[in-house]
């Protein structure tokens, strides 16, 4: 089974990177750094959902909470 954080991940970099070169990590600032912005925070969490067949509270999908792949996967990881 293909890891939660690099699915996160690997949706990000074709998703939302613009710049092929840019190398971003699990702890790279995604919504504070400019990558995803709030439209796109919401098809994130929408892929996710769909992804994994759960539902994540709007209150859970804060900025902060979407910041980077390891606090995404801490809150998915809390409906799986």
């Known amino acids: 089974m293909e890891d939660m954080k690099d699915v996160v991940l690997n949706y990000v970099i074709e998703e939302y990177l613009e710049?092929?070169?840019e190398e971003i990590t699990y702890d790279t600032p995604l919504i504070s750094g400019g990558i995803v912005d709030s439209f796109s925070m919401v098809s994130l969490k929408r892929f996710l959902e769909n992804k994994y067949k759960i539902s994540?509270?709007?209150e859970k999908a804060?900025?902060?909470?979407?910041d980077n792949v390891n606090s995404i996967v801490k809150v998915v990881k809390e409906y799986v």
């Open 56 to 58: 994540i509270p709007d």
């Open 19 to 21: 710049d092929e070169d």
């Open 62 to 66: 804060s900025p902060e909470a979407f």
